[in-house]
């Protein structure tokens, strides 16, 4: 639908020709959550000419509880950016009764430079990175989430939803096809929501967890299909509702249940003859695909301020919850942090399976990108290869919480230069001030066990 759509000619023929009433323009918050601005067809045109769709650009520094936070490289006086709609993102919103379009937007200023701090931005900005060396990053995600009852009092757990069957699902059905089937109602409509946005997803499984999803996206450019796992949990979550149940990407929701994960897949293709970099005729590893490897294991500890960006993200990363505790690599390996899948030299490709599902699609794939940018271009040798369980090893080697993770950060000199410095400052501020916020909160935890024992 959208990739029709070249220039603002075709997008004003296209909201005509779909009687579009309304539009949503979006940009992506540092959390992922959609901001923006709801407009009547007409306004939306009228603007278009003149650039009048503005929004503060201290919507970049808000927190996921909606606070805005204090930042020495964020002005006080909240200037405006401006929205520019990115005219090929053009989409129906399927679940409307009325006709309506939401389009992404970029966050630029007025003289068309981009607005640095924007996570669509910096995910563009490591792209140009590549495209300055002739290389076509292609990306894969897969995309795990929980079904939930509703749950209107967050003081109590979360419980699955009753299925098809009448009971709550308890036992863990990994692939499950009749698993699956329980809620076949939502995923029909899952799927005819991203039919009508054509977002390319693949394959649907049932996880390890109970009531456990999991959506693979088909492969393809990094930032449509940033683009695409973006608008996929909206529409998900409207999908799950539609039918009075949650869908819920947070990392770990369930106590004593497997967390939700967001692997990437990611190769290299020449840009000039298309051949993938990652493997030899022979169907070898090359040096190049180590070096991005190697990037990788160095600076994933950085990264997982990003990849596991909340504070229940690290309720994941727990040795024998099928989650990655450390930096090693391996063909056909689930236990490592960096699996090699078995595949022709087309399909050669490294899957990062440290990312959690809670992370803002844009930042995941930027970083990941990022590290093995950064691998391949000072030739970095990776550790030997993992053949046994990587479980065994007794060492953690990512942090184990958000403000370890931010102290690792901190100090990636040049990870930061690659994503930007001015981005990676106002991202950590914002991270700083949601972890202050959850030190408020006291826990059912200590009100069981502290209350009347200490």
Not at 40 to 57: C, N, Q, V, Y
Not at 216 to 232: M, R, T, V, Y
Not at 316 to 323: G, H, P, S
Not at 378 to 400: C, D, Q, V
């Amino acid at each position: 639908m959208g990739d029709k759509v070249k220039n603002k000619d075709d997008l004003v023929k296209w909201l005509k020709d779909h009687r579009i009433t309304e539009v949503e323009c979006m940009v992506s918050d540092m959390a992922g959550i959609a901001r923006g601005k709801i407009l009547p067809t007409r306004k939306f045109i009228s603007s278009l000419a003149d650039r009048t769709l503005r929004l503060p650009e201290s919507i970049f520094g808000q927190t996921v509880t909606g606070d805005y936070i204090e930042s020495e490289v964020l002005d006080d006086l909240e200037p405006d950016i401006i929205l520019d709609p990115d005219c090929s993102s053009v989409r129906m919103v399927p679940w409307y009764s009325e006709p309506t379009a939401q389009i992404i937007c970029d966050a630029n200023y007025r003289d068309r430079s981009p607005v640095p701090i924007a996570p669509r931005n910096v995910l563009k900005g490591v792209l140009k990175l590549y495209e300055e060396k002739g290389w076509q990053p292609i990306v894969a995600p897969e995309v795990e989430f929980y079904l939930a009852a509703k749950n209107i009092d967050p003081d109590y757990p979360l419980e699955p939803p009753v299925g098809a069957n009448g009971r709550q699902e308890t036992a863990r059905q990994s692939y499950g096809i009749d698993a699956v089937n329980e809620f076949d109602p939502i995923f029909e409509d899952m799927y005819d929501f991203c039919e009508a946005q054509d977002l390319d997803i693949d394959t649907l499984i049932h996880e390890s967890g109970a009531a456990q999803v999991e959506i693979n996206f088909d492969h393809g450019e990094p930032l449509d299909i940033a683009d695409q796992a973006f608008l996929f949990k909206r529409t998900m979550r409207q999908a799950a509702l539609r039918h009075g149940i949650y869908a819920t990407f947070m990392a770990k929701p369930y106590e004593g249940e497997p967390g939700s994960a967001m692997h990437i897949h990611q190769s290299i293709v020449d840009m000039k003859t298309g051949e993938n970099l990652f493997a030899n005729k022979q169907g070898k590893d090359t040096k190049l695909f180590l070096s991005y490897i190697a990037g990788l294991q160095k600076y994933l500890p950085a990264s997982m301020a990003l990849i596991a960006p909340n504070v229940n993200s690290y309720r994941r990363i727990v040795r024998d919850l099928a989650a990655p505790v450390n930096t090693h690599w391996g063909h056909e390996n689930r236990t490592v942090g960096l699996r090699i899948p078995e595949a022709r030299r087309p399909g050669r490709r490294v899957e990062n399976r440290v990312p959690g599902a809670d992370a803002n699609p844009y930042l995941a794939i930027a970083v990941s990108l990022a590290c093995g940018y950064i691998g391949m271009v000072n030739e970095l040798t990776p550790t030997k290869e993992m053949k046994g369980n990587a479980y065994e090893s007794k060492r953690y080697a990512l942090p184990r919480h958000l403000l370890d993770a931010l102290d690792h950060l901190r100090t990636a000199t040049e990870l930061k230069e690659v994503l930007g410095t001015r981005f990676v400052q106002i991202y950590m501020d914002v991270k700083l001030t949601e972890h202050e916020a959850y030190q408020q909160v006291i826990s059912a935890w200590e009100r069981e066990h502290l209350l009347l024992n200490v």
